[in-house]
């Protein structure tokens, strides 16, 4: 399918051309139809599946048809969204999607001035993106109104919940105008979420695309066992590598972050970190300089990286393995999107184990490390009758022995967990005992679920890893590229 068989305007069309789509994505196929028509619409997508021109072409397409005027005060399209960076992102794709169309396009969030938010609300204006505090104030002090809204979006429903604001949209949507045009989106569907969908859709045309454990097929996931005082220099050896040219590094806090960043400052590699605790200019800073290469590592928690939209995120390196395994799944698919493919590695402690391991049970794959990676301090191999048994590193120190001790009370690996090969896949992996990179992985624990198997890609770079890679922060060339 192409857009032009979805009798989109013209002269969005001619803005798609420009900005290089060449195709709808799954979720466009879907929505923009029901939504051309005027159908309600419950889209279950996250950000990367091209989920903003579901919504957002569709809803410029009617405002151009229907050349109404804005009312001062107020607007015609109003798109609630849970962040300020997704509010300003979704303003800059409309306005790249719109822009033959002489729409205005204004942005409303908490943590900057009111003054020239209420100036552009008075001017009026054909779409508002909001986050919902923001716009609660201005309803309070009577600096919006909503009484003429045509369309509304509820973008990131879930993450509207999460983060608090279930009243202010309770107290949002008894203001806007019946009937009208409501399209809701969210990535997960929780009972709260489902139910205020029920009370605000009218007959809505439901689509779908990729469930959340399945998703980011395209990244090439991988995992280095390291120990907790040794990542400074594995991260550095793994971002001064020429491969990356753009990465998203996780921290688990904000703190965390901050002290990763000066890390890697003091390691010759220029970052930025984005959290909570920053301000607006900051962030937007972070997120330019992201953009521009100036500084092309973020390190991000990931409150801070929902909604970050940059193309072209060559690797997503988790310093810290998440608190969630579902923001595991959230994190790498910040790289390889909109088709493109990318590369995700974890960088996983001994104590953090069981949070790998909820992982691995949640996207269903055993994330792929190498046995002979002793560089980093720690071989966590995971011996048959020994789980996770802990062997001293070549030349390192015996404190591995740690490892043994923090696993207690995890669960028994299934059959074929790593160090505990199929006579194949001894085979595969040679007398080094190192698996090539891209050979079949172990089967999963957890029964019959569909399980990734990457394409065996043999030859040369399929080589174990060697001290020499990380120790003086070195070049580790082959974990860095595709295999
Ligand atoms: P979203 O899920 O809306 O955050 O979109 C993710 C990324 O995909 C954004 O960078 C969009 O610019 C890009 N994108 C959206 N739709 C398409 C498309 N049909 N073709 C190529 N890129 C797209």
């Known amino acids: 399918m192409l857009f032009n068989d979805l009798g989109l305007d013209a002269r969005i069309l001619q803005s798609l051309t420009e900005e290089g789509y060449e195709a709808p994505t799954p979720i466009q196929a879907q929505a923009i139809p029901h939504a051309l028509s005027g159908r309600d619409l419950l889209g279950i997508a996250q950000t990367g599946t091209g989920k903003t021109a579901a919504f957002g072409l569709p809803l410029l397409h009617r405002l151009a048809q229907a050349k109404g005027r804005p009312p001062r005060g107020g607007c015609r399209a109003l798109i609630l969204s849970p962040t300020r960076e997704l509010a300003s992102q979704i303003a800059d794709s409309l306005k790249a999607y719109g822009r033959h169309l002489g ?25 508002l993106v909001a986050t919902p505090g923001r716009l609660q104030d201005h309803l309070d002090q009577g600096t919006a109104r909503l009484d003429r809204v045509e369309t509304l979006v509820l973008d990131e429903a879930d993450q509207m919940l999460d983060k608090g604001f279930w009243p202010a949209i309770r107290r949002i949507l008894p203001v806007l105008p019946k009937p009208r045009h409501t399209m809701f989106f969210s990535a997960t569907m929780p009972t709260e979420v489902a ?5 605000i859709l009218v007959d809505p045309a439901r689509v779908e695309v990729t469930p959340v454990a399945t998703t980011a097929e395209r990244v090439e996931q991988k995992l280095i066992f390291v120990e907790q005082g040794r990542k400074r220099g594995v991260l550095a050896g793994l971002l001064k590598d020429g491969a990356v040219t753009r990465a998203l590094v996780f921290a688990r806090t904000k703190h965390g972050a901050d002290r990763v960043v000066k890390n890697l400052e003091a390691d010759g590699i220029a970052a930025n970190a984005i959290h909570g605790n920053k301000s607006q200019g900051q962030r937007e800073r972070a997120l330019a300089d992201f953009k521009t290469g100036r500084a092309p590592v973020l390190v991000a928690t990931d409150i801070a990286a929902r909604g970050i939209d940059v193309d072209g995120v060559s690797h997503v390196i988790q310093h810290d393995m998440p608190d969630t395994p ?3 799944v959230h994190r790498i698919g910040r790289t390889a999107r909109a088709g493109a493919s990318g590369i995700a590695i974890a960088l996983c402690a001994p104590d953090e184990r069981e949070k790998l391991w909820q992982v691995e049970k949640l996207i269903r794959t055993e994330l792929k490390s190498d046995d002979q990676r002793q560089d980093v301090g720690i071989a966590m191999r995971r011996t048959p009758g020994r789980p996770d048994a802990v062997k001293p590193a070549k030349g ?3 404190g591995g022995g740690r490892g043994q001790q923090q696993n207690r009370g995890r669960p028994q690996p299934g059959p074929a967990r790593e160090g505990q090969r199929h006579p194949q896949q001894a085979r595969e992996r040679g007398p080094a005992g190192a698996a090539p990179r891209g050979a079949a992985p172990s089967a999963p624990r957890g029964g019959d679920a569909p399980v990734r198997r990457p394409a065996a890609a043999g030859g040369q770079k399929d080589r174990a890893w060697r001290d020499a890679d990380f120790r003086d ?7 860095l590229r595709r295999s």
């Open 103 to 127: 729409l205005s396009v204004a942005v409303v969030f908490g943590g900057v001035p009111h003054g020239p938010q209420r100036r552009a609300l008075s001017a009026g204006i054909d779409i």
């Open 195 to 199: 139910k205020l969908a029920g009370e």
């Open 326 to 328: 579902e923001a595991y």
């Open 396 to 398: 390192a120190s015996r």
């Open 473 to 479: 922060g070195g070049n580790a060339p082959a974990f």
